[in-house]
């Protein structure tokens, strides 16, 4: 028997690596003058009341020096701020400026086309399937 699982392991890291690199570069020509990690933090910290960079860190997938090195830049540019958390002085809990939160809001229209440009073509069944799969994938590794 084949082991198809390595031609589409590869196949999934390829794509993946490929939406992120099509819209890093949509993000560069638009001049957002940040990365898509960095807008997924600004993103999730939007989205997220009293988000701590670790829990950024599980929503992300990213090891805590990765997501501190992230929150540091966008800390310098303006966009994001650590405050103290009130249950536990140790924690930081991260907050948009409101710099940050406008760059988030003008952002979002620009961010959604960027993402839906990987999916033109599939139809609901496509979709369905995708779902399925991935989440098929996703609870293997669980």
Request: hydrophobic fraction near 35%.
């Given at each position: 028997?084949?082991?198809?699982?390595?031609?589409?392991?590869?196949?999934?890291?390829?794509?993946?690596?490929?939406?992120?690199?099509?819209?890093?570069?949509?993000?560069?020509?638009?001049?957002?003058?940040m990365t898509v990690d960095q807008?997924?933090?600004?993103?999730?910290?939007?989205?997220?009341?009293?988000?701590?960079?670790?829990?950024?860190?599980?929503?992300?997938?990213?090891?805590?020096?990765?997501?501190?090195?992230?929150?540091?830049?966008?800390?310098?540019?303006?966009?994001?701020?650590?405050?103290?958390?009130?249950?536990?002085?140790?924690?930081?809990?991260?907050?948009?400026?409101?710099?940050?939160?406008?760059?988030?809001?003008?952002?979002?229209?620009?961010?959604?086309?960027?993402?839906?440009?990987?999916?033109?073509?599939?139809?609901?069944?496509?979709?369905?399937?995708?779902?399925?799969?991935?989440?098929?994938?996703?609870?293997?590794?669980?």
């Amino acid at each position: 028997m084949k082991e198809p699982y390595n031609q589409y392991s590869l196949l999934l890291d390829r794509t993946a690596r490929k939406v992120k690199w099509y819209a890093q570069q949509q993000f560069k020509e638009l001049g957002f003058d940040m990365t898509v990690d960095q807008w997924l933090v600004m993103k999730l910290t939007d989205e997220n009341e009293a988000l701590s960079q670790r829990e950024l860190a599980a929503l992300m997938y990213k090891d805590m020096p990765t997501v501190t090195r992230i929150v540091d830049i966008l800390c310098t540019k303006g966009l994001v701020e650590r405050a103290e958390s009130p249950a536990d002085r140790r924690v930081s809990i991260l907050k948009l400026t409101e710099e940050g939160r406008e760059k988030v809001t003008s952002s979002r229209k620009q961010v959604r086309s960027i993402r839906l440009k990987a999916w033109e073509g599939l139809n609901e069944k496509d979709f369905d399937e995708f779902n399925r799969i991935l989440n098929k994938i996703y609870e293997n590794l669980t």
